[in-house]
């Protein structure tokens, strides 16, 4: 099962459980999460790549090829993006180790099944009276 599996199954848990107007009224300030996020990523991309151009102008200014200078700035940014790689294989090497059976989980499954059992047999305690 998939990371974003778990949360809609997470989420589709917590909205039986609770009221579904909380979903509702979190689901605008998670997408506001969401864009921010990208917003913050593309401005990161953009600091990073000034970084760059500024390592590159600066071994050019002091003295270095421009081939020179185009090899260490590209070995960096290689290098730079294959650390990063190794950080998101190991994200989603941890996402998919994470356990498929929460103990609180099943038993807040049991608890919101029979909450909801009872409350729609309610029509039908009420008749019993």
Do not use: C, H
């Not at 421009?66 to 650390?83: D, K, V, Y």
């Amino acid at each position: 099962m998939s990371y974003v599996g778990k949360i809609i199954d997470l989420v589709a848990l917590s909205s039986t459980a609770a009221a579904p107007g909380i979903f509702r009224r979190l689901l605008p300030r998670l997408f506001v999460v969401v864009g921010l996020t990208i917003v913050a990523s593309l401005l990161a991309a953009a600091l990073t790549l000034a970084g760059f151009y500024a390592i590159y102008a600066g071994l050019i200014f002091y003295g270095m090829t421009m081939q020179g200078a185009f090899a260490t700035t590209g070995a960096l940014g290689l290098l730079s993006l294959l650390a990063l790689i190794g950080i998101i294989a190991l994200r989603l090497r941890r996402i998919r180790d994470f356990p498929r059976n929460i103990p609180f989980l099943s038993d807040v499954e049991g608890l919101a099944a029979a909450f909801m059992e009872g409350f729609m047999e309610r029509g039908e305690w009420k008749s019993k009276k």
